[in-house]
């Protein structure tokens, strides 16, 4: 079986490849990858700026391929299952890297007086560092929260309002309509906003207790 030039296999193809990739079937392991990379690598460079980061996603994506395909349904599009895995697989990394995304003491420097005495942080630009700090740790506690809603609400979150995607392509990439895209942002930021305001209420609570 070659490679397609469109990237494409017709059905019976498919179904050929379906049934050794079930089989545990090497071969099939690498007609998949010599026909769908291309296509999975494109819908991974939508999600990066960088080649290096793209690779890596399609590399996660094509390991959740041959773990779960014998939960692939034979009658469903393995196009549209590889296009999902891929995009689970973008989202899962942009997840772990915003979370990693913390401020570092070393980007700040101490600044002193002519006596020697420390008059306060700041960063290269002149900012205050305690309230960069004090901001930083306010948009930690908000992306944490998002990362714990439902999956479907979390992705149009964070792609709609962290990555600033159009509605047109957050629809593209999580394979759902724009109305879909329009009423799962909606229900995300109102969940977002119920979380936070008990919150704030919970925190508000405690301190009456601890006074």
């Known amino acids: 079986m070659k490679k397609n030039p469109s ?24 007609i998949l990858v010599r026909n769908y990379s291309d296509k999975m690598y494109a819908v991974a460079r939508r999600f990066f ?3 290096d980061d793209a690779q890596e996603c399609l590399q996660k994506a094509f390991i959740q391929v041959f773990k779960h395909i014998s939960a692939f349904k034979k009658d469903s599009s393995l196009t549209t299952w590889l296009h999902r895995i891929t995009v689970n697989e973008a989202l899962m990394i942009i997840r772990q890297k915003k979370r990693q995304n913390t401020a570092s003491l070393e980007e700040f420097s101490q600044h002193y007086n002519e006596h020697g005495e420390r008059t306060v942080f700041t960063d290269n630009s002149g900012s205050n560092v305690e309230i960069a700090f004090e901001k930083g740790e306010i948009q930690r506690s908000i992306n944490d929260i998002i990362y714990q809603l439902p999956d479907k609400y979390c992705n149009v979150i964070l792609l709609r309002d962290i990555q600033e995607r ?17 009423t799962q942002l909606h229900r995300a930021r109102l969940l977002l906003k119920e979380i936070l305001e008990q919150q704030d209420k919970d925190s508000l609570e405690n301190n009456w207790k601890v006074n």
């Open 7 to 30: 990237g494409n296999l017709d059905k019976n193809e498919e179904k050929e490849l379906i049934s050794g990739l079930m089989c545990n079937n090497h071969l099939s392991y690498e």
């Open 166 to 182: 159009s509605i047109k392509e957050t629809a593209a990439m999580l394979v759902i309509s724009e109305a879909a895209v329009k």
């Open 49 to 51: 700026s960088t080649n």
